[in-house]
């Protein structure tokens, strides 16, 4: 059997639409994820993974078992198959420059975009590697199809070299991680892993065993309605109100344009409403736990700042929990990022530590269970039609889930 190389591997995959859908109520949100889930059932079986299965939710189980005697965590590797909805996924062509070597790209199908170094610097870095992109119209799809595609290498590896020692490895594969519902009908059971890994951060050597903490806040802000040809002295318009309170919104720090390295955010995401009931939805983000409180304090000192400005009006602040720092649980356990580290400096590679100003999958799976930090990719400007990822970055992510499974065979404590 003639296998692919990672390369093909990815852009395989890149070209198959999985787009997830936020206004969906569905799970999967959209049922073209499962096409790329059932390429991935049909090669895992291929490569004698024999329970590997996609359930109704959109998510892929496998194991590849132990060839161990003795007792060794099992591990779980995850990645997810549905791409951002910021930009279109649909007829995503994968293109690959060989040798870069620092030029601007020229991207084919649309000139006027350009991948500049000026713009990503990491591409310097990468001086004589292979990049991938799209053709101009489309993301590429490397967020997170990159993880998927260094997973199913290092299966592949495993599987075509027994002497190689693991023990025994769960493959996850979800749907619906880029509108936070990725892991909403994990079955943990079934899954039955001690520990896990992420296969979804960027530049090579990146480890990421820390995250934003995150609640979700939605400002309702309530007027009078009245017939606007009679309305003096009485309408108040819940949409003004509305657009107070973003003006009154700090334009030079607290937001994620003015913030970086490890301060926290609050961020408008929508809003929308009529005369009479107005709405805003905020992220708000902070590597500290307790201190979204206080953010969430700050947020509604603005609210009733606004609102008694507007005599008649009123306000609602409502909270929910997206996920929080998996740092708190991954810590409780040092031999997660001690066999990965030496994983990752194993290929040769300095490892960069360093703490997501985001989420993964794995923020919630290591409080549902499951510690689970995250794993470079080498995917890169995600979320738009200048991403890109270079194929020797895929490898290396392939070789350190290899050297990870050995590893944890010699040092399972």
């Known amino acids: 059997m003639q296998y692919p190389s990672i390369a093909e591997r990815f852009s395989a995959y890149a070209r198959i639409d999985t787009q997830s859908d936020p206004n969906s109520p569905s799970q999967p949100s959209t049922e073209k994820q499962k096409d790329l889930s059932r390429l991935l059932v049909k090669e895992l079986l291929a490569l004698g993974l024999n329970d590997a299965e996609l359930d109704q939710h959109g998510y892929v189980y496998a194991t590849l078992p132990s060839n161990v005697s003795h007792e060794v965590p099992v591990i779980c590797w995850c990645a997810h198959v549905d791409t951002s909805p910021d930009c ?3 007829g995503v062509k994968p293109i690959i420059h060989p040798n870069y070597q620092g030029q601007d790209i020229v991207l084919p199908d649309d000139p006027t975009q350009v991948i500049r170094p000026s713009e990503h610097p990491y591409l310097l870095e990468r001086i004589g590697d292979d990049l991938i992109t799209a053709s101009g119209t489309t993301l590429l799809g490397a967020d997170d199809k990159a993880g998927v595609a260094a997973i199913m290498q290092a299966v592949e590896h495993l599987v075509r070299h ?5 023990g025994a490895i769960r493959i996850l594969f979800t749907p619906d991680e880029e509108i936070g519902r990725g892991v909403d009908k994990v079955d943990m059971k079934k899954l039955a892993a001690d520990y896990g890994y992420t296969l979804d951060a960027g530049e090579r050597g990146c480890y990421e065993d820390e995250t934003f903490s995150a609640d979700g806040a939605k400002l309702h802000f309530y007027g ?3 017939h606007p040809g009679y309305a003096k002295d009485k309408l108040v318009n819940a949409l003004k109100v509305a ?8 334009r030079h720090e607290w937001s994620p344009e003015t913030t970086s390295d490890r301060q926290g955010f609050v961020h408008p ?3 929308g409403g009529v005369a009479e009931h107005a709405w805003i939805s905020f992220i708000v983000r902070d590597f500290q736990t307790p201190v979204l409180a206080e ?4 947020l509604k000192a603005i609210a009733e700042s606004v609102v008694a400005d507007w005599p008649g009006a009123r306000y609602e602040l409502e909270l929910s929990e997206q996920y929080r720092n998996m740092k708190d649980v991954v810590s ?3 031999a997660i990022s001690r066999n990965a580290i030496q994983a990752i400096e194993e290929t040769g590679l300095k490892v960069q530590l360093t703490s997501a100003r985001g989420g993964t999958d794995g923020s919630r799976l290591s409080f549902m269970g499951l510690p689970c930090p995250n794993i470079f990719t080498g995917e890169m400007a995600f979320h738009g039609k200048h991403e890109y990822v270079f194929v020797q970055d895929m490898e290396k992510s392939a070789q350190v889930l290899v050297n990870l499974a050995r590893i944890w065979t010699e040092n399972p404590k």
């Not at 027994?162 to 693991?166: A, E, I, M, T």
């Not at 953010?295 to 700050?298: D, G, Q, V």
């Open 243 to 250: 657009g107070d309170c973003l003006s009154r919104l700090p």
């Open 88 to 90: 279109t996924g649909e």
């Open 269 to 271: 995401v929508a809003m």
């Open 224 to 226: 009078i309605s009245a």
């Open 332 to 334: 409780l356990t040092p």
């Open 295 to 298: 953010h969430e304090a700050r």
């Open 162 to 166: 027994p002497s190689l020692k693991h």
